[in-house]
């Protein structure tokens, strides 16, 4: 019994034991197959692993194959946008080729227009200094003296000369009578004058006269202005004037003939109604002495002188008149330079009275001290004068060509008529755009032996001045003109308003019928 238990129990634990080892071995199996899935999973994992790590270089290969060729597209890309600039910078060299040749031609036909010009104007010039040549042979056979004019003849009065007149030195300060004109007056020049009683001027030379004085000052006031403003630059510097004849026999009018004298620069003024005394300072010109060479004779300048050349030329004052005399000789041979001054300082007032040049040019010849610089100023302007014309102030249209000047008045070209009128005339031997009016007469001429009939302009009807017309048929110029100053202004050809496109215009002027060309041909009468 006993031993059937224990070996029931034996039995039973060995069967508890083969359980036993059965479970520890299912364990180590169950142990055994998680670690093979483990190891199974890790491996998994670590194919898996290695499989994206592949992916990614596939990726990354792909990228870098991307990036390739996005880069190879961009240098070609870059290789396309050069050659667009370099067909940009081949066509802008071309551009500018063609613009570069362009201009070569237009400046060659620019040349070629130029140079026709020039021909043409050459060959104007060689017409015109023939026909002034053949008008100053007309002059040169004429018997009418110049110097008729300016004794002014047609003030038809008694009139009492005045002995002697009064010169100051330079820097001087005198206190002088003060007459505004609406003419600038020039040293060297005659003055008729006639005062009426009516205005400011009538007082003035009457207390001037009362008090036995000869000389009185000049300056310019232009006649639109009421009132004499002395900070102006041409009211500051005016001109002695000597009384040489008067005559106020008539009680409402004084007559008078007058010379400009010395230059002066106002230094202050005081009205005692209704005259004006002004404080003047006299200026003078300075002249350089001339060039003489050691030995203390003057010689030839352009031979035998120890002086060079261009020094003569550029300060020797009789050189500098020599050369404008022949320049004028050349411009225009009907001004007649033999009866200028000879006195180098005198003779540049001449110039001033006798050339077309501006009113502004006036004004700063006359302010113009030295001598030197006052003549080549002159020279300069002389030498461009066959650029310019006077022209109509009012409409512009030219009136007088500058070469068509001729001298009719040897002693300056002030006068004055019956009313008391004072007139600066340009007198010139052919006008255009301009037609006379009325009957001519010689009463009151200015020029004795021309019979005057007014002058209006062709476009505007404006009053220009005079056509003087020669009494004896045998008299030469038979025909002259002229022309207030203040009344023209001097334009450039290019400054000249062109002609109307018609070929021809017609106009009707008072009984006569007029036509003229627009090339500014002297019009015809029919």
Not at 4 to 31: I, K, M, P, T
Not at 162 to 170: A, I
Not at 475 to 502: A, M
Request: charged fraction near 30%; include cysteine.
């Amino acid at each position: 019994m006993e031993e059937e238990v224990r070996s029931n129990s034996e039995g039973g634990e060995s069967s508890a034991q083969q359980d036993n080892d059965n479970g520890e071995q299912s364990d180590y199996e169950d142990a055994a197959e998680n670690l093979e899935e483990e190891e199974q999973m890790d491996m998994d994992e670590d194919n898996d692993s290695l499989e994206q790590e592949r992916e990614i270089e596939r990726v990354a290969a792909a990228a870098e194959e991307y990036a390739e060729q996005e880069r190879e597209i961009e240098r070609v890309a870059e290789e396309y946008a050069e050659q667009e600039r370099e067909i940009e910078r081949m066509a802008e060299a071309e551009a500018a080729e063609e613009a570069w040749i362009e201009r070569q031609v237009d400046a060659a036909a620019e040349q070629v227009d130029a140079t026709a010009e020039q021909v043409d104007a050459a060959a104007e010039r060689t017409q015109q200094r023939i026909a002034n040549a053949e008008q100053a042979h007309e002059l040169d056979r004429v018997d009418y003296d110049i110097a008729i004019p300016s004794q002014h003849s047609y003030l038809d009065m008694a009139l009492t000369r005045v002995e002697g007149y009064n010169y100051w030195l330079e820097g001087h300060h005198v206190n002088l009578y003060i007459i505004p004109l609406d003419v600038i007056v020039i040293p060297g020049q005659s003055l008729p004058l006639r005062i009426r009683q009516s205005t400011l001027q009538f007082a003035m030379v009457r207390a001037l006269l009362d008090t036995n004085q000869k000389t009185f000052g000049a300056v310019y006031l232009p006649a639109e202005r009421e009132t004499l403003v002395l900070d102006r630059s041409w009211s500051q510097i005016g001109v002695t004037v000597q009384i040489v004849e008067v005559s106020d026999e008539t009680p409402n009018e004084i007559v008078l003939k007058c010379k400009g004298r010395q230059r002066f620069k106002t230094i202050s003024t005081q009205r005692r109604t209704p005259i004006l005394h002004a404080k003047v300072k006299i200026l003078a010109d300075h002249i350089p002495d001339r060039l003489y060479d050691p030995l203390g004779k003057l010689r030839d300048p352009f031979k035998l002188s120890s002086h060079p050349t261009w020094l003569y030329k550029n300060h020797d004052v009789y050189t500098i008149v020599g050369v404008i005399k022949e320049e004028i000789a050349r411009y225009s041979p009907l001004i007649k330079v033999n009866v200028a001054p000879v006195q180098p300082d005198m003779f540049s007032y001449w110039l001033i009275s006798a050339m077309p040049f501006k009113f502004n040019q006036r004004a700063e010849m006359l302010r113009e001290n030295n001598l030197v610089v006052r003549l080549k100023s002159q020279l300069d302007h002389i030498k461009e004068l066959n650029q310019f014309d006077y022209c109509c102030q009012l409409c512009g249209k030219d009136i007088i060509n500058s070469s068509r000047l001729v001298s009719m008045s040897a002693d300056g070209s002030f006068f004055v008529n019956p009313q008391g009128f004072a007139f600066e005339l340009i007198t010139a031997y052919s006008v255009q755009h301009a037609i006379a009016d009325g009957v001519p007469t010689t009463q009151d001429s200015w020029f004795p032996g021309y019979a005057w009939s007014y002058l209006k302009c062709l476009r505007c009807d404006s009053f220009l001045g005079w056509k003087f017309t020669a009494v004896v048929e045998e008299t030469q110029p038979r025909i002259f003109y002229g022309i207030q100053r203040k009344v023209v202004r001097v334009l450039r050809h290019s400054e000249v308003e062109p002609e109307p496109e018609e070929d021809i215009t017609d106009i009707n002027f008072g009984r006569d019928r007029i036509i003229y060309d627009a090339d500014g041909n002297y019009p015809r009468y029919i």
